[in-house]
């Protein structure tokens, strides 16, 4: 699909007279220090000494005694001053950026043809924040709600309180619709032909352009028009499914979008293009990473109890032997093969999360206690079960959601029924081997990747976990159990409408990917940069977007990432130097 049939599919959000240049810069250097030699609005007059700094950043962290306190909190020192602070904002307000707001003229669906369906809304969960926003001609940036509730406000302190303030920004995040209580079809369940139509990443896609012009306009960003000076370029921002819908932003709304950060964004998992193993292969690499000997230590005790669980008298005296709850256990496992089976993905894509969380590195992440379980010599396979799914539920989440449930003899005992997500036909085992979670957000995941979020993730014989290769029919199988014949996934249906598998030759630009080198979902994203202003940064030491974690820079951050947040900001600040240019 060529750019121009992208453009025309979607549509412009509204008739507006564009001038859009997005030539590429020809520095192929920008990853490491930008160059800057406009003087535009974005770029102060100490932009050249960013170039200098960011030299002596990398030299310092590259040192052999960088890891000191006294060098670290050197580099967490000029991070800070490189980010910079705006001048006092005259559109701050009392709005508190960590209450909800909602959006009452939503469409439903925005693709309808038919008028009756095609006028009904319903009310979109966001959040804002004006605190440092400097007026018209100043940037918004539009944080991607995705496959889970936003109940907490805003996601990412590096874009309120350090992006925002250094480009006298405003901040609007989004909730996705369909995740969270407030949906397109309220009080009751929406139906499987509804969620057929209305579920999409498109859908989606359209609530957030028509959300942030909502907001645009309430900032009084009338102009949209690139080479007027009261131009409000908007930047989005997402990590993980999120960054993929940031990216595709600069696709399919690029007349809207004009600079995508998006952060551990498994674009080519989604086009089918990345080997189905990297996933697992890169949880076990990080596994080893943050505890010598975890690999060996987890794929033998797997092995065991395994053959263990395999030889059980029935599912009872299986469930007892890892201190799982007996009546807690759903009423499809009825052989010790199926239990097994589902075991051994549930450790799996526990190990998964553990590895999303596996920053800043040390020895009080879950990653490394998890490790510590299986490396425990004096105890036996089945024994080292019951202490991960232990581990695992002590998680602050699980516990809030899930409280302790009691076994036969008045004892703690896991509730394996705790990943199962809502809905008839419910699978521990579910579309998503990475695991959908829980609840209603864990039903929508599930179905989502039952269509079009198709996600290829298998386990390999080098992986520590069981080997179980993923196939297209198995997903077929299990999405028509779970939703009926009408579903059917299809895995190309994302790539061929969007072109998302060739990004240049589709017309992106502008694109920054961030990738944490111990996460497994990098393994599905870009690595490399694939033009001059679509580039790529990674992270040694990050895990799952660290660099757009919920705590922010802070003291506890590695050089890498330290050095990450000013290589983001330089990078920012040159596009929209560029895109400010337009206007001069």
């Known amino acids: 699909m060529s750019s121009d049939d992208i453009m025309n599919k979607y549509g ?10 997005d030539s590429e810069d020809d520095d192929p250097s920008v990853p490491t220090t930008i160059r800057n030699d406009s003087g535009g609005r974005f770029a102060p007059t100490w932009a050249r000494g960013i170039v200098v700094l960011t030299a002596i950043v990398l030299v310092l962290a590259l040192s052999p005694n960088s890891r000191s306190a006294s060098r670290g909190d050197s580099i967490a020192a000029s991070t800070l001053t490189i980010l910079g602070m705006a001048d006092d904002n005259p559109y701050d307000n009392d709005h508190d ?26 009310s979109n969960r966001y959040y804002k924040s004006t605190k440092y926003f400097k007026g018209p001609g100043s940037p918004i940036f539009v944080i991607i709600g995705g496959e889970g509730a936003l109940d907490h406000g805003m996601l990412y302190p590096f874009v309120t309180e350090h992006l925002a303030p250094r480009f006298g920004a405003a901040v609007i995040e989004i909730e996705h619709r369909f995740y969270g209580p407030y949906q397109p079809i309220m009080g ?35 102009d949209y028009d690139r080479t007027s000076d009261k131009y409000c370029p908007v930047i989005t921002v997402g990590g993980s499914y999120p960054g993929f819908l940031s990216a595709m932003f600069r696709l399919v709304y690029r007349d809207f979008v004009d600079i995508s950060y998006a952060s551990s964004a498994p674009l080519k998992l989604y086009d089918q293009s990345t080997d189905q193993y990297v996933y697992y292969d890169i949880v076990t690499q990080a596994a080893e990473h943050a505890s010598k000997g975890c690999v060996r230590a987890v794929r033998e005790t797997l092995e065991d109890a395994s053959k263990i669980l395999m030889n059980a008298n029935s599912v009872e005296e299986a469930v007892k032997s890892m201190n799982m709850c007996v009546d807690s256990i759903p009423k499809y496992i009825d052989n010790v093969k199926t239990l097994k089976d589902d075991v051994m993905m549930a450790v799996g894509f526990s190990f998964a999360d553990y590895d999303m969380d596996a920053y800043p590195p040390g020895k009080d992440l879950g990653l490394y206690k998890a490790c510590q ?21 002590l998680d602050a989440e699980f516990e809030k959601a899930y409280p302790s449930l ?13 990943f199962l997500p809502d809905g008839e036909n419910a699978r521990i085992t579910t579309s998503d081997w990475s695991g959908s979670g829980g609840g209603n957000d864990g ?35 299990y999405c028509q159990k779970r939703y009926g014949k009408d579903v059917v996934p299809q895995p190309r249906a994302l790539v061929d409408d969007m072109g998302f598998d060739d990004l240049v030759g589709n017309g992106a630009s502008r694109i920054l990917f961030t990738n944490g080198l111990q996460d497994m979902w990098s393994g599905g994203s870009y690595l490399e940069n694939v033009s001059d202003s679509i580039l790529a940064l990674n992270f040694e030491n990050g895990a799952h977007h660290s660099d757009l974690s919920h705590v922010g820079p802070s003291d506890k951050d590695t050089d890498d990432i330290r050095l990450g947040f000013v290589q983001i900001t330089n990078i920012l600040a040159k596009w929209l130097d560029e895109i400010k240019a337009e206007s001069e």
């Open 12 to 21: 412009a959000v509204q008739d507006w007279d564009l001038v859009c240049d």
């Open 97 to 122: 950026m960590n209450e909800p707001l909602f959006y009452d003229d939503q469409l439903v669906n925005h693709f309808s043809t038919d008028p009756d369906a095609s006028s009904a809304t319903w």
């Open 188 to 222: 009751r369940e929406a139906t499987v032909q509804e969620l057929l139509e209305l579920l999409t990443p498109q859908q989606a896609m359209a609530d957030m352009v028509r959300l942030a012009k909502h907001f645009k306009d309430e900032l009084n960003c009338l």
């Open 373 to 393: 379980v299986f490396q425990h010599k004096n105890s036996k396979p089945l024994e080292r079960m019951a202490k991960f799914f232990e581990l695992v539920g």
């Open 406 to 418: 009691l076994g036969e003899e008045e004892t703690p005992c896991f509730d394996l029924s705790i």
């Open 443 to 477: 039903k929508m995941w599930d179905f989502q990747l039952c269509t079009t979020v198709v996600d290829p993730i298998g386990f390999s014989s080098e992986s520590m976990f069981p080997k179980r290769k993923w196939t297209y029919a198995a997903l077929t199988e």
